[in-house]
C-alpha cells in the first residue's frame, strides 16, 4: 500500500456510546473507506471504549483489589451494553458469532479480575490489563457491526503496533521501534483496520495504556507512521471551541488553529485533544480535523502546520481554556541573585521525580514553578529545601489564552486590568515572545470566572 493517499479516523467514547452513535460511526466508517476524489481512503479507524466504560473497568479492578465480588455486577453491566449494541446493529445471520466473541472476551475480563482479586492487590499492570478490555471490547464491536454491513475490516488489537516503555497509566511510546512495527503491518495488511485507542505493550508484550483520553494520541501515532494525509478526530462537538462549550455557552468553533496553539490549548486542559495528540502530526506536518460524529457535515476545526497554511485571519485570542488543580511551589532565595547553576539542579529534582513543570516565572529572589501531579510532592519540596525556602499552594489554576497576535504589545496589560476590575487577583503571567499564548495563575475558585470574563471581553463581542 502506498503510505500517500489515506487517513486516519478516530472516534471517541461518546461516539461508541450507543446503538444510535453508532448507526453514524458506521455510515462515517463506510463512507470513509472509499477513496474519492477530494478525499484520501481510511486506512484506519482508532476507537475509544464506549463512554463510561473505563471507569467502570477501574471500579471492577478496584473492587476486585478489595476481595469485593460486586465486580461481576459491573462486568456485567459492561457486557450488556456491548451485546444490546450488537443485537440492535447486527442482523440475525451473524449475531451469534458476535455475542460469542464479546462474552469470550468479558470471561477472560473476570479471569483477570479473580487474578487481583486472589492477590488482594492491584498493581500499574495489572490495572492497565484490566483497562485494556474497554477499548479491546469496542473495537471488536464495530468490526462485527461494520463486517454485517458489507464494510470490510478487521480487528487490530494495538498492542501489536504501538512499543512503549513500562510506564504503566501513562506509557512513553518508543516511535523508533512503533514507527517501522506500524508500517510493516498496513504494508501487510491493506484492508481497513479498526485500531484499539489508548493502549499499547511494553517490548516483553505487557499491556500498558498511554493515559487518559489517549485514543486522540493513538491516532496521530498512527498517522504519522503511516503518512496520512489527514487526521480526523470525531468526537461529540463540532470541533475545538473558543472556550469548553460546557462552561461558556457562547462559545462556537474555530475554523482554524495552528498546530502550536492547539498544542497549547491541549497541554492547559481543552479536553477535546489529548495534550500529546499534536506532536506526532506536527512531526510530519499532517493537518488534524476535529469533527462531530452527530453533525458530520458541519466544517469542524482545521489544525495547520503554521500561519503560513492558515487561510483565515488570526486573532488576538483565539481561544481560551484553564487547568485545574495545579500546586505552585515558590522557592526564596538570595542565591538566585548568582543563579548559575542553581536552575538545573533545581529542574533535576523534578526530572528526578518525573514530575513535569508547566509554568516558571523567576526572579532574582527565587523561582515560582507549577505542577499539577502531586505524586512526589513531599519528596520534592524536602529536596527544595536545599536551596532556599519554600512555599506551597494548593488549589490554582492556569488560565491560557492562545491567539495568533496574543504577544502583541498591550495584549497582557489589558487582561489583566480587567480581570483586576473584577477581583480576580493574577500572578506567575508567562508571555513567550513570538509565541502563541499567555499563560497565568488565579486561585482555582476564580478560573471558571477569569475564563468568562476573558471570553466576553476578547471573544464574545468580536466580528
Ligand atoms: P471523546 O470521547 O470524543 O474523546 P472528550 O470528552 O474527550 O471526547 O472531548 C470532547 C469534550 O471536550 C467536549 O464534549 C467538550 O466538553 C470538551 N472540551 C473542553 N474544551 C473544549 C474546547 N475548547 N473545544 C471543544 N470541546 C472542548
Ligand atoms: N477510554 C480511554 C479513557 O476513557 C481513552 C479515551 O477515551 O481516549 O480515558
Ligand atoms: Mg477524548
Not at 485570542?317 to 538566585?336: G, M, Y
Not at 520534592?380 to 491560557?400: N, Q, Y
Request: proline share 2%; hydrophobic share 40%; charged share 25%.
Amino acid at each position: 500500500m502506498a503510505s500517500k493517499g489515506i487517513k486516519v479516523l478516530k472516534f471517541g467514547g461518546t461516539s461508541m456510546g450507543s446503538a444510535d452513535s453508532m448507526r453514524k460511526v458506521v455510515a462515517i466508517v463506510r463512507s470513509a473507506s472509499i477513496a474519492s476524489k477530494k478525499e484520501p481512503r481510511a486506512a484506519a479507524v482508532v476507537v475509544s471504549a464506549m463512554s463510561g466504560v473505563t471507569d467502570q473497568l477501574i471500579m471492577v479492578a478496584k473492587y476486585a483489589a478489595k476481595k469485593n465480588d460486586s465486580y461481576e455486577k459491573v462486568i456485567a453491566k459492561i457486557e450488556a451494553r456491548h451485546l444490546q449494541t450488537i443485537q440492535s446493529l447486527v442482523g440475525a445471520e451473524n449475531q451469534q458469532a458476535a455475542r460469542a466473541d464479546i462474552t469470550r472476551m468479558t470471561r477472560h475480563l473476570t479471569g483477570a479480575a479473580k487474578g487481583v482479586l486472589l492477590v488482594g492487590s492491584l498493581s500499574p499492570q495489572a490495572l492497565d490489563y484490566i483497562v485494556s478490555y474497554g477499548e479491546r471490547l469496542s473495537a471488536r464491536m464495530l468490526v462485527h457491526i461494520l463486517n454485517d454491513k458489507d464494510v470490510a475490516c478487521e480487528y487490530l488489537n494495538a498492542r501489536r503496533i504501538i512499543t512503549t516503555d513500562d510506564s504503566f497509566g501513562k506509557a512513553e511510546v518508543d516511535f523508533s521501534i512503533s514507527n517501522k512495527t506500524i508500517r510493516a503491518y498496513f504494508k501487510k495488511h491493506t484492508k481497513l483496520q479498526i485500531v484499539t485507542g489508548f493502549i499499547g505493550a511494553t517490548r516483553t508484550k505487557k499491556t500498558t495504556t498511554l493515559g487518559r483520553g489517549g485514543s486522540d494520541y493513538s491516532a496521530a501515532i498512527l498517522g504519522a507512521a503511516l503518512r496520512a494525509r489527514v487526521i480526523e478526530i470525531w468526537t461529540d462537538v463540532s470541533g475545538v471551541y473558543t472556550a469548553d462549550p460546557r462552561l461558556e455557552r457562547s462559545a462556537r468553533v474555530v475554523p482554524e488553529l495552528t498546530f502550536e496553539e492547539a498544542g497549547e490549548l491541549a497541554y492547559f486542559g481543552a479536553k477535546v485533544l489529548h495534550p500529546k495528540t499534536i506532536l506526532p502530526a506536527m512531526r510530519e506536518r499532517i493537518p488534524v480535523r476535529v469533527l462531530n460524529t452527530f453533525k458530520p457535515s458541519e466544517r469542524g476545526t482545521t489544525i495547520v502546520a503554521d500561519e503560513g497554511e492558515r487561510k483565515g485571519k488570526s486573532r488576538t485570542v483565539d481561544a481560551l481554556t484553564f487547568k485545574r488543580p495545579v500546586i505552585v511551589i515558590h522557592v526564596h532565595s538570595p542565591e538566585f541573585f548568582d543563579a548559575n547553576g542553581l536552575m538545573a539542579s533545581i529542574f533535576n529534582i523534578f526530572q528526578t521525580y518525573r514530575t513535569s513543570i508547566d509554568v516558571i516565572a523567576t526572579s532574582v529572589a527565587g523561582i515560582s514553578l507549577t505542577i499539577d501531579d502531586d505524586t512526589h510532592l513531599r519528596e520534592i519540596t524536602k529536596a527544595l529545601k536545599k536551596f532556599g525556602s519554600v512555599r506551597v499552594e494548593r488549589h490554582k489554576a492556569i488560565l491560557c489564552a492562545v491567539g495568533g497576535k496574543v504577544d502583541a504589545a498591550g495584549v497582557a496589560g489589558r487582561m489583566f486590568t480587567v480581570l483586576g476590575k473584577h477581583n480576580v487577583a493574577v500572578e506567575m503571567i508567562s508571555q513567550a515572545s513570538g509565541g502563541v499564548s499567555i499563560t497565568f495563575v488565579v486561585d482555582e475558585d476564580d478560573a471558571k470566572k477569569a475564563l468568562k470574563i476573558l471570553h466576553k471581553e476578547y471573544i464574545r463581542g468580536r466580528v
